[in-house]
């Protein structure tokens, strides 16, 4: 399988330095590594929601452990991105509650509308669909992610909604 390594500008501002080490502040010394999650969430969101592998490079040296030990972590989690994605990307649970509540037909339905293919990123980069493992949302299903927050109990009706709104740029993304 051929891998496509996709080029991106590393911006560790003074503002997102500060936040690292104030999370990395949380931890014992010996311990740096358990701040790796929040710390990569955090450059995830100052970099277009995703990671590259120099910027995954930078985050170990910042927390001072080896670099595969970050791509482990990014490549085990669906929160983390190894490419660029849409603006707006509905990641859907494709577990078996919302599975057997209709959400790969919401999935088929969300692409279409869109005209992309699972994975693909829209041609004005807004939008991109995903299917994630488990949520934990199994009593609000048909489930997605949308940025930090959850769109439970969808519907045809609730995607176009929520298409429109992305459009018109209603949706909050982060609740920072």
């Not at 997102?16 to 450059?43: C, F, G, Q, W």
């Not at 929601?49 to 989690?77: D, H, R």
């Not at 490419?83 to 037909?105: A, I, M, Q, Y």
């Not at 994630?132 to 519907?155: I, N, R, S």
Request: proline share 3%.
């Amino acid at each position: 399988m051929e891998r496509t390594h996709y080029k991106q500008e590393i911006n560790m501002t003074e503002a997102l330095m500060t936040r690292i080490n104030e999370l990395i502040s949380h931890y014992p010394e010996d311990k740096r590594k358990s701040a790796l999650l929040p710390v990569l969430h955090e450059v995830q969101d100052a970099h277009d929601n995703w990671l590259s592998t120099e910027l995954m490079n930078k985050v170990a040296e910042i927390i001072q452990i080896l670099p595969i030990e970050v791509y482990e972590v990014v490549s085990f989690y669906s929160m983390y991105n190894q490419k660029p994605v849409g603006k707006f990307l509905f990641e859907f649970c494709h577990t078996s509650p919302c599975c057997l509540n209709g959400t790969e037909d919401l999935m088929d339905y969300t692409c279409e509308k869109l005209g992309v293919k699972t994975g693909e990123i829209t041609a004005d980069g807004l939008f991109e669909v995903k299917g994630v493992e488990c949520l934990g949302a199994c009593g609000y299903a048909p489930m997605m992610q949308l940025g930090d927050f959850y769109k439970e109990h969808l519907t045809k009706e609730k995607i176009d909604q929520l298409i429109v709104d992305c459009r018109d740029n209603k949706i909050i993304l982060h609740d920072k």
